[in-house]
């Protein structure tokens, strides 16, 4: 009898033991064979996620257990998760609730152009500037975010700083980018400034370009927007001088001439009324802000001050703006700028 227990003690204890390392392995030990990257979108639902997360790892029970126990359910911050070969299963869970050290601060501001961007973020991100200049110009991503070119979409690059993880795919921080415009633009403060303003946030951006490219004097903003809105709401053509540079392919030209003015193009809004097809850069937040906010007044011209300090006069009539301009241009001819 004695016998008899002593074989069932010893079987229990090996029964416990073996569960014991069974689970502590499924717990603790190697459940990522190989480095890997898994990049989850925001359009993704929570079982999406998880399941690209447990196709690169081993024990899945263990996985849904551990995540139910921290509430990952709750929510997945979208982004690039990167794995290490022998990270157990708690590790990876945990990665994805806390986030990883991975991380980088990206701040993006002052590119005029898709490729001056580009540029910009790989000196931040574990990418190169043509892969990212790719995806910021894959037609079928460019669909995705409901654009027509490279051009438009790049109007959902908000001058800010992000957190991001350095291993971030291109493809994922245009999705990211697209995530962060959407917030700012579903602010209620934000559609409530649009109401005012009578515009689409695509069309905020666009005309926050050309603010942002006629004077660097944020405190003046405002009311360049303002010129700019009266003539939207009279039909009358912007006539501005930046989106002429831009149909030139020429941001260095000191001096707008005539023959300028008749560039053939859709961006040249001496021609053509209304906005240009996209933004010609990436406005900072002034003046962003400035249209937002525009100041409401009777003004239809501006002109740059002789005094050459940045600043502008601004005119009611064409005659009172036909002499800010002669003094501007005798300015530029005694500068011998041509």
Same mark, same amino acid.
């Not at 990257?37 to 997360?53: A, F, H, I, P, Q």
């Not at 010609?280 to 962003?288: E, Q, T, V």
């Given at each position: 009898?004695?016998?008899?227990?002593?074989?069932?003690?010893?079987?229990?204890?090996?029964?416990?033991?073996?569960?014991?390392?069974? =689970?502590?392995?499924?717990?603790?030990?190697?459940?990522?064979?190989?480095?890997?990257?898994?990049?989850? %979108?925001?359009?993704? /639902?929570? +079982?999406?996620?998880?399941?690209?997360?447990?196709?690169?790892? !081993?024990?899945?029970?263990?996985?849904?257990?551990?995540?139910?126990?921290?509430?990952?359910?709750?929510?997945?911050?979208?982004?690039?998760?990167?794995?290490?070969?022998?990270?157990?299963?708690?590790?990876?869970?945990?990665? @994805?609730?806390?986030? /990883?050290?991975? #991380?980088?601060? $990206?701040?993006?501001?002052?590119?005029?152009?898709?490729?001056?961007?580009?540029?910009?973020?790989?000196?931040?991100?574990?990418?190169?500037?043509?892969?990212?200049?790719?995806?910021? %110009?894959?037609?079928? @991503?460019?669909?995705?975010?409901?654009?027509?070119?490279?051009?438009?979409?790049?109007?959902?690059?908000?001058?800010?700083?992000?957190?991001?993880?350095?291993?971030? /795919?291109?493809?994922? $921080?245009?999705?990211?980018?697209?995530?962060? #415009?959407?917030?700012?633009?579903?602010?209620?403060?934000?559609?409530?400034? &649009?109401?005012?303003?009578?515009?689409?946030?695509? *069309?905020?951006?666009? $005309?926050?370009?050309?603010?942002?490219?006629?004077?660097?004097? #944020?405190?003046?903003?405002?009311?360049?927007?303002?010129?700019?809105?009266?003539? $939207?709401?009279?039909?009358?053509?912007?006539?501005?001088?930046?989106?002429?540079?831009?149909?030139?392919?020429?941001?260095?030209?000191?001096?707008?001439?005539?023959?300028?003015?008749?560039? *053939?193009?859709?961006?040249?809004?001496?021609?053509?009324?209304?906005?240009?097809?996209?933004?010609?850069?990436?406005? +900072?937040?002034?003046?962003?802000?400035?249209?937002?906010?525009?100041?409401?007044?009777?003004?239809?011209?501006? =002109?740059?001050?002789?005094?050459?300090?940045?600043?502008?006069?601004? !005119?009611?009539? &064409?005659?009172?703006?036909?002499?800010?301009?002669?003094?501007?241009?005798?300015? @530029? +001819? %005694?500068?011998?700028?041509?």
């Amino acid at each position: 009898m004695k016998k008899k227990i002593f074989v069932i003690i010893i079987v229990v204890v090996a029964v416990v033991a073996i569960s014991g390392a069974w =689970c502590y392995q499924m717990f603790y030990g190697s459940a990522v064979e190989e480095r890997v990257t898994v990049v989850l %979108r925001g359009d993704e /639902s929570y +079982d999406e996620m998880t399941e690209k997360v447990k196709r690169n790892i !081993a024990y899945h029970w263990v996985f849904d257990f551990y995540a139910n126990y921290l509430g990952l359910d709750g929510g997945i911050e979208p982004g690039a998760y990167t794995f290490e070969k022998g990270m157990n299963t708690i590790e990876v869970v945990r990665t @994805l609730k806390f986030g /990883s050290d991975n #991380s980088v601060r $990206l701040t993006i501001n002052n590119a005029r152009t898709p490729e001056i961007l580009a540029g910009k973020i790989a000196s931040q991100i574990d990418a190169d500037s043509l892969a990212i200049l790719s995806a910021m %110009r894959d037609e079928t @991503l460019i669909r995705e975010m409901g654009f027509s070119s490279a051009e438009a979409m790049f109007s959902i690059f908000l001058p800010n700083s992000y957190e991001v993880y350095a291993d971030i /795919s291109p493809e994922a $921080l245009v999705r990211r980018m697209k995530q962060e #415009s959407d917030k700012y633009w579903g602010d209620a403060t934000r559609k409530e400034q &649009l109401k005012r303003v009578g515009l689409s946030p695509y *069309e905020v951006m666009t $005309l926050a370009s050309i603010v942002h490219e006629e004077t660097n004097a #944020s405190e003046e903003m405002a009311r360049v927007a303002g010129v700019y809105i009266n003539r $939207l709401n009279i039909g009358m053509p912007l006539q501005a001088d930046p989106t002429l540079k831009y149909a030139a392919g020429d941001f260095t030209i000191k001096r707008v001439l005539d023959k300028h003015k008749e560039i *053939e193009s859709p961006y040249n809004t001496y021609k053509y009324a209304g906005l240009p097809p996209t933004p010609i850069a990436m406005p +900072d937040m002034a003046a962003i802000e400035g249209v937002l906010g525009y100041e409401h007044h009777d003004y239809l011209y501006f =002109c740059a001050r002789p005094e050459m300090d940045g600043r502008h006069n601004f !005119a009611k009539s &064409l005659s009172e703006h036909n002499r800010n301009a002669q003094a501007y241009h005798r300015a @530029l +001819d %005694r500068m011998k700028i041509r």
